[in-house]
């Protein structure tokens, strides 16, 4: 039986927080700091919550089951749990994420010396790609090329700026934005969405039983333990990153007031602070972190559809890399206005199925359970969707009705009341009897 010595263990903590950290880890912060102002608190709380405390959940569960997502979709059946791991893949790799970490590193980290016109982003995709299928083309020295030497000056640079943003802040907490007036922890709830961190967990869990697999080690009771440290080392870092970023947005209305997004806000601090010294360390930062998020994406998705189909992991990465270079090249405001109604859809059925696996001890059936309470999820997130994309009209006004409704929250009164309901049938229905061999 082999066993991870510390530095490996720390290595392998490092690497999985440098995977969860990307694009949308830094550019949102800032902006839900910023208008969450006086209630900067609540908001943040929210925020961590969905950024930082369901990703480790989602770990968690992963880790207990063996890493895989098909082990935690079981219950459902195969083909629906196929169809959930399916659409995951695709938005938190070539279709969303993916693509957004290269078009916000450019954003942040280029275009304030090159411009923002289509002729750079596509340069500068070209060079980022190339770099991404390099790393992710042997995913078993991941550890080595991110958790040992990449990471360690990512984490450098945070450093640099969280400390800047916290003991050299731009100026006083500024107002709060109506948004979060009435519920700002419900709304900080909501942005975290957008960092598709537990989705993001949902595909990092296999290649970080994989890593430590490729360590040697084989004996299903370490793979879980070292997981679960890992993501513990992940979500302290990933809760110090933004609690930094969000006291930053919150104490620069004076200097990014008219700002649209965090990328605005970030870059006008830094520039503010640190002149053109600081735009460049900025730009260090901002490419690493979303460099090795993109490297994690195209890793795990190159495992699991490489599972699927008849093709090569090479090919998928190659393929699913190149995919993303074209998606890319759309821009940044294009891809957000997109995704938003997706995750909007996606992200309550991960929540519940995560909840659902942490508490399966509790089902005498677990399909049972699984199958009415995620369907109801998805008929509720596909309500939610569609009224994220515009269409609020497509949905029966009724729905608008439910508590939290207005928060983009309906779906959770429904999905509880069908627990509730289904677990007392568990109960009554008693365990399913066992058909003899």
């Not at 490729?214 to 997981?227: F, K, M, N, Q």
């Not at 890992?230 to 930053?248: E, I, R």
């Not at 515009?390 to 608008?400: D, M």
């Not at 009341?417 to 009554?428: C, H, K, P, Q, W």
Request: charged share 10%; net charge neutral.
């Amino acid at each position: 039986m082999k066993a991870l010595k510390t530095p490996d263990i720390l290595a392998l903590g490092f690497m999985t927080f440098a995977l969860f950290l990307g694009a949308g880890n830094i550019i949102f912060p800032p902006s839900a700091g910023m208008a969450a102002g006086e209630n900067l608190g609540a908001a943040s709380l929210g925020f961590l919550l969905t950024g930082v405390g369901l990703p480790l959940l989602t770990i968690v569960a992963l880790a207990r089951v063996g890493g895989g997502m098909a082990m935690l979709t079981a219950p459902l059946g195969r083909r629906a749990g196929t169809l959930f791991a399916v659409a995951v893949y695709l938005a938190i790799g070539p279709l969303f994420a993916t693509p957004r970490t290269a078009v916000v590193s450019f954003e942040m980290g280029v275009a304030p010396f090159t411009g923002n016109s289509g002729t750079p982003l596509l340069v500068y995709t070209l060079m980022y790609f190339a770099a991404v299928l390099f790393l992710s083309l042997n995913p078993g020295r991941l550890v080595d090329r991110i958790g040992k030497f990449i990471t360690p000056v990512l984490l450098a640079g945070l450093l640099v700026l969280g400390g800047a943003a916290l003991f050299a802040p731009a100026g006083a907490i500024g107002e709060t934005a109506e948004a979060y007036r009435a519920a700002p922890f419900v709304q900080g709830f909501l942005q975290g969405y957008l960092t598709m961190d537990t989705l993001g967990a949902l595909v990092f869990g296999i290649v970080i039983a994989t890593a430590i697999r490729d360590r040697g080690v084989t004996e299903r009771g370490l793979i879980t333990r070292y997981s679960v440290i890992a993501g513990l080392v992940a979500a302290l870092g990933l809760s110090l990153v933004y609690l930094a970023l969000f006291y930053l947005g919150a104490t620069s209305q004076g200097i990014a007031g008219e700002a649209q997004n965090g990328v605005q806000i970030l870059t006008a601090y830094v520039q503010h602070t640190f002149g053109t010294p600081g735009s460049l360390l900025l730009a260090l930062v901002i490419t690493l972190a979303c460099l090795t998020t993109a490297v994690g994406l195209l890793a795990a998705c190159g495992e699991f559809f490489s599972d699927l189909l008849p093709v090569s992991y090479r090919a998928v990465v190659v393929g699913l890399g190149l995919f993303s270079l074209l998606v890319a090249n759309q821009g940044l405001t294009q891809l957000i206005s997109v995704s938003v109604p997706v995750l909007v859809g996606l992200y309550p059925l991960a929540i519940v199925l995560v909840a659902l696996s942490l508490l399966d001890s509790l089902w005498l059936s677990p399909r049972r359970v699984f199958v009415p309470v995620m369907t109801v999820t998805l008929l509720f997130g596909l309500a939610d969707g569609i009224a994220a994309a515009g269409f609020k009209h497509w949905v029966p006004a009724l729905l608008g009705e439910l508590p939290l409704a207005e928060h983009g929250l309906g779906w959770l009164v429904p999905v509880l009341a069908t627990l509730l309901l289904v677990t007392l049938l568990d109960r009554l229905l008693g365990a399913p009897q066992r058909v003899p061999a």
